[in-house]
C-alpha cells in the first residue's frame, strides 16, 4: 500500500465504492473490524500498538460516517471538494456531537521535516496545517480569511487570489498560526507567486 492511512478515504479504509450500498458498508465493517482489530495477531509486527488502534479508531469513525445517510451525503460532498484527510477532519468536526466556533488546540511543535523545508510552497502550509489538525475552516474562522483564498494560496492557484499585497498577508498571517517565521515564508512563498 502506497498511501498511508491518514490520505485514505473512508471509502478506501473500508475497501467500498463510493456507490456502495448500506448493506455493503455494513459487511465491509464488519471484516475490517475483524481484520484490524488491535489485539489481533494478524496486525503483530505490521502495525505498532498505537498505530493498529489510531486505524481502529478510524474504521469505526469511517463507519458510523458511511452508515447513517445525512453523514455521508455531507462527507461526500466535502470529499469532492477537497482531500481525504481535509474530509475527515471536517466531517467529524461539522457532524460530531457538539461543533465549538473556535479554533482546536493547535500544536505548538514544528515537525522536523517542516524545519528542514526551504521553499515554503502551498503544498508545504496544507501538509503542516494537516499535520497540526487544522481544517480550512479553522484557519479561515481564526484569520477572517476567505476559505477560497486559503485553498488557493495552498493549491498555488495565483488566477483566484487577489493581488500581491495582500497575498503576502494572508501567507504571513497562515504562516504564523503554523508557528512558521512569517516573514521568511511569505518572502519565500511570493517568489513563487510572482
Avoid at 521535516?113 to 503542516?128: H, M, P, V
Amino acid at each position: 500500500m502506497s498511501q498511508t492511512f491518514d490520505e485514505l478515504d473512508y471509502y478506501e479504509i473500508l475497501e467500498l465504492h463510493p456507490n456502495s450500498s448500506y448493506q455493503e458498508v455494513e459487511e465491509a465493517y464488519q471484516l475490517a473490524k475483524k481484520s484490524f482489530h488491535p489485539q489481533s495477531s494478524a496486525l503483530y509486527g505490521i502495525l505498532a500498538q498505537d498505530q493498529a488502534q489510531d486505524f481502529y479508531k478510524t474504521i469505526e469513525e469511517a463507519y458510523h460516517t458511511l452508515i447513517q445517510p445525512r453523514r455521508r451525503q455531507e462527507y461526500d460532498q466535502i470529499l469532492r471538494r477537497t482531500d481525504a484527510n481535509e474530509a475527515r477532519l471536517l466531517t467529524n468536526q461539522k457532524l460530531g456531537a457538539t461543533q465549538l466556533k473556535s479554533v482546536p488546540q493547535i500544536k505548538n511543535e514544528i515537525p522536523n521535516w517542516a524545519l528542514e523545508e526551504e521553499s515554503f510552497s502551498g503544498a508545504f502550509f496544507q501538509k503542516l496545517r494537516h499535520h497540526k489538525g487544522l481544517t480550512l475552516e479553522d484557519i479561515s474562522h481564526k484569520l477572517k480569511i476567505k476559505k477560497s483564498y486559503i485553498l488557493a494560496i495552498e493549491s498555488e492557484d495565483f488566477e483566484s487570489l487577489p493581488s500581491a499585497v495582500y497575498v503576502r498577508g494572508y501567507v504571513k498571517s497562515i504562516a504564523s498560526i503554523l508557528g512558521l517565521d512569517s516573514e521568511k515564508a511569505a518572502n519565500q512563498f511570493m517568489t513563487h507567486y510572482k
